[in-house]
């Protein structure tokens, strides 16, 4: 883990006082933010239902000019041919076939669906046309699973091992499946030593080649702890359509249990309705226990009430500072979002990202005015790696709320600033789920909640996680111990299949009820930083 480094030279960098901080470069900042106001209006007027990024887009491409150059191209830009992956999110009562003629028209094509979802890939002149259909409510960038960055250590910890000798039941009869994005690499050579000979995959993982192994430690971690089971490496690339059909895929195949360690971060408020969440509800009306990670967020995130003390319209993180610093490298991104309701904010926040010297390097400007998203986000620039700021400004033309609550999320290789860190509320998605189990992370070899282990409630106010699982622990994959709710969830669902061989005729719901009795609670008492408790498989019936 790279965690420690980061905090160290945030450390290093920092000087903290208490009340309002204001820094050297702050006048110069607002009046840079202020100064690009009247520009940016007419910016947000222009965009409809496109998202700021996809906007920007198209303008650029309308002057004639290319707004990413082939080396920094994101990911929804494709690298050869410059096409974008786009997602529609439609409007009630339409279907994909709803925007067959706009696609077409658009020059581009329906690459998969998925609920109110739709993928389209197309050229940027194409944009504005796809984004003026009726049918669509917004055309955005696609959103990206993370790994939650797994074994025999853990075995013992959970006393699987004891559980084995017990009841005589390996996992033999049941089927799980690890769903995971592009990183099953190595996973053919280990079949027959470190995974089962009868391992099977979907044709994503049969016809891949892959570079990243994690994939590959979690299906190790479950054949650890129950060794009899059957696994089946289920993956995808890329966005969350391909998220949700490959999930829907793994289900068709008549799999028990789906060990899930990935997550969307702060892209929908955490209350469980959201597009994901329904996925893994779906998951668990089908009879199949969806085991997830809660996530390793509890260091990412920073929660404040607007305040705006000195009213120049940009948020004072908790009451104190209106640059809040992050160290981020290439590859790292920035998401804002408030307690406004999805596809009906009416309050316009923008986002900035600025270098040492008060310099914009990233920026959001979407337009909320009653019909959009509560959600801003940036990516840093390729070639940096430094501490930045991030500063939140508020459009004065659209109405303000005096007690709004703002999520700020940093993702990817970075670390915000230890004191304005919010360890409540920060699980991933879609830990939220009511159908889901979710999973925190405890250090195998002390037994203490891991700092980042993402925290509950959800906010519709629910317990997660539900439980905790071993992580810190060593794979054939890795080689060197492997941190995170990613270790700790097939810890959760070997543990499920073991129960489950034993007990064949547990229905879901049964399964996940005896599985959190099997806890270090025994089922009596959770919190929101470990559930009902550490798996203790001494305590399965």
């Known amino acids: 883990m790279r965690q420690s480094r980061w905090v160290a030279v945030l450390a290093a960098g920092l000087v903290f006082s208490p009340g309002l901080l204001v820094l050297a470069s702050d006048e110069g900042d607002v009046a840079a933010l202020v100064n690009a106001a009247a520009s940016t209006q007419a910016e947000k007027l222009r965009q409809g239902r496109l998202s700021y990024q996809l906007d920007q887009v198209a303008n650029a491409h309308e002057q004639g000019r290319a707004l990413y150059d082939r080396g920094s191209r994101p990911r929804w ?92 039941d390996d996992g033999t009869g049941v089927t799980v499946a690890i769903m995971d994005a592009a990183s099953f690499g190595g996973s053919r050579q280990l079949i027959g030593s470190e995974l089962p000979s009868d391992t099977a995959a979907t044709p994503f993982v049969q016809n891949g080649t892959f570079t990243e192994v994690h994939g590959t430690a979690c299906a190790e971690v479950i054949h650890d702890v129950a060794p009899g089971a059957k696994l089946v490496l289920g993956g995808f690339r890329g966005d969350e359509v391909a998220w949700a059909e490959q999930i829907d895929l793994l289900v068709g195949m008549g799999v028990d249990v789906i060990s899930h360690s990935l997550g969307f971060d702060n892209i929908a408020a955490p209350n469980g309705k959201h597009f994901f969440a329904r996925v893994a509800d779906s998951v668990n009306a089908r009879g199949v226990l969806f085991v997830t990670a809660a996530g ?202 073991l129960i489950l061989s034993h007990n064949p005729n547990l229905s879901v719901s049964a399964l996940r009820t005896a599985l959190q009795k099997a806890t270090a609670s025994s089922g009596n008492s959770r919190n929101n930083q470990q559930g009902y408790g550490l798996i203790d498989l001494s305590k399965a019936k």
């Open 77 to 168: 830009v494709d690298a050869e041919t410059g096409q974008i992956t786009a997602i529609v999110e439609l409007r009630e009562g339409f279907g994909p076939g709803d925007l067959s003629r706009a696609v077409a028209e658009a020059g581009g094509a329906i690459e998969g669906s998925a609920l109110e979802l739709v993928k389209v890939k197309l050229p940027a002149a194409g944009l504005r046309t796809l984004a003026a259909d009726p049918a669509a409510r917004i055309v955005r960038t696609p959103h990206y699973a993370q790994p939650k960055d797994v074994v025999s250590q853990g075995v013992k910890v959970m006393k699987a091992d004891q559980f084995i000798s017990r009841t005589g």
């Open 296 to 497: 390793n967020e509890a260091q990412r995130y920073n929660t404040s009430t607007w305040s705006d003390k000195n009213r120049n319209n940009l948020l004072e993180f908790k009451g104190q500072t209106e640059n809040v610093r992050i160290y981020a490298e290439t590859g790292a991104y920035v998401i804002l979002r408030w307690d406004d309701a999805f596809g009906h904010s009416n309050h316009d926040y923008d986002l900035y990202v600025k270098d040492g010297g008060g310099n914009i390097v990233g920026k959001s400007e979407g337009l909320q005015s009653g019909g959009q998203d509560p959600l801003e986000g940036v990516d840093i620039p390729n070639g940096i790696a430094e501490i930045l700021t991030v500063s939140v400004r508020h459009d004065p033309s659209s109405p303000s709320k005096s007690n709004q609550k703002l999520y700020l999320y940093v993702g990817g290789p970075s670390q915000l600033d230890p004191a304005y860190q919010t360890k409540a509320s920060t699980l991933t998605l879609p830990a939220d789920a009511k159908g889901a189990l979710a999973v925190g992370a405890v250090r195998y070899s002390n037994k203490k909640l891991e700092a980042f282990s993402s925290q509950g409630p959800t906010a519709d106010n629910r317990v997660k996680p539900d439980l905790t699982a071993p992580d810190g622990v060593v794979t054939v994959s890795y080689g060197d111990p492997f941190y995170g709710t990613s270790a700790a969830t097939p810890h959760a669902a070997g543990a499920a299949a």
